[in-house]
């Protein structure tokens, strides 16, 4: 039950978890969009496999862990209507917050909100999910908990074959032997991409289906997302290897 601020500046309403670290944000125009580049980079997730016009094909299943100001979550929400979407965050007053001020929207059959433990909902879950998201914090960082070999691996066994998981590391001590255990999790069928200027590391791992994505194609997908969304990726892209991703 960490204490919970709210911050505006310039058309942008922050979370804080009682820090100046900001733990969300929303462009107030705009409610929808991603604010935080580090956001922006894990839904990056959606250029590593073929999501179909519109991106009705993939994911038909997302499992997202930590709330915040519910950026990912409503983005998700807003332009793949047909993914139900499920939420896991442990401190109420977070959900809350982000329906009184960040426009979180109403549950739904394909959108729910469960309250908890992120690594206790995972290990009991019936579900496999094709996109796992995990963006969960405190004031003093990631919890230990979901950044556990024990919490990795269930992340692995949760994933459909088709499934891309993705975690925001945060560069302090101890993250290499994060990154270590997400390794050792997913047999090193993983990639890191390049740190946001934030100082947030992303890394992707896959289910049973390899990724295997050319530059050209990484580029093509991105165009679509950006025409559908209106995410620019174009970036993130252009700072991925030229050979592309096989992982």
Known sequence: MHPIEISESAGIRNLHFGSDWVQGAMRICRPHALVLEYTQVMMASLLLRDAGEQFKRWPRRALLIGLGAGSLAKFIHRYLPSCRTTVVEINPQVEFIARQYFKLPAESTHFNIQIGCGAAYLASSKHRFDLILVDGFSPDGQPGELASPA???????????????????????????????????????????????SGNTLVFARGEERVCVDHTTLSARAIALKKHTHLDLSRTVKALPLSGLDF
């Open 151 to 197: 919490f990795y691996q269930n992340c692995r066994t949760q994933l459909s074959s088709s499934g891309i998981f993705c975690v925001n590391v945060l560069r302090e001590t101890g993250w290499r032997e994060q990154i270590s255990a997400i390794d050792t999790a997913f047999s090193q069928q993983t990639v890191a991409f390049p740190p946001c200027a």
